[in-house]
C-alpha cells in the first residue's frame, strides 16, 4: 500500500566498524511533523563509510518506492562530502563510489522531484545512525 505525503525528510547515515569493516546503511522517514513514518536498515558486508553512506541514500531511494511525495524530498546526511558531491560541489573521483553517485544522479535529476541534499551534524542525525547500529549489532549478535 502506497503511503501519500507531501514532502518527506529522509535521514540517511552508512557506517562501517574499521574503515573498511562490517558495515550498514541506515534510513529514516519523517513526515512534515517530524514524525517517523519508515525505518529501514541493511547489511553491506564488508565496506568502507563513504560507500555506507552512498548506500544509505540508494535504500532510501529504493524504499521512496512505497511513497507517493507530491512536494520536496529533503535528504539529511552527517558526512559533508557526500553531500557536497550529491549537490554537485564536489568532484567524484573515487572509482568505487563513482556508479554509486551516478545511480542517485540519475534519480535526482527527474524532473518531477524536488530533491535537496543538507550537510547536519552527527547528533542531529541520530535516528539514521541508530539503524545503522540496530543492524551492525543484529550481525555481530550472529
Not at 550529491?86 to 551516478?102: I, R
Amino acid at each position: 500500500m502506497t503511503k501519500h505525503f507531501n514532502s518527506l525528510k529522509i535521514y540517511c547515515d552508512g557506517g562501517s566498524r574499521g574503515n573498511p569493516g562490517p558495515a550498514a546503511a541506515g534510513a529514516v522517514f519523517c513526515d512534515s511533523d517530524g514524525q517517523v513514518v519508515g525505518e529501514f536498515h541493511q547489511y553491506l558486508g564488508v565496506a568502507t563509510n563513504n560507500v555506507a553512506e552512498y548506500t544509505a541514500v540508494l535504500l532510501a531511494i529504493n524504499e521512496l518506492k512505497n511513497y507517493s511525495v507530491t512536494g520536496p524530498i529533503n535528504f539529511y546526511l552527517d558526512s559533508e562530502l557526500v553531500v557536497r558531491q550529491l549537490s554537485g560541489n564536489y568532484k567524484v573521483k573515487n572509482e568505487t563510489l563513482k556508479p554509486l553517485h551516478a545511480q542517485i544522479q540519475a534519480w535526482v535529476t527527474n524532473p518531477d522531484r524536488k530533491v535537496t541534499f543538507t550537510h547536519v551534524l552527527r547528533a542531529n542525525n541520530t535516528l539514521a545512525d541508530a539503524q545503522v547500529n540496530i543492524c551492525l549489532d543484529e550481525i555481530a549478535d550472529q
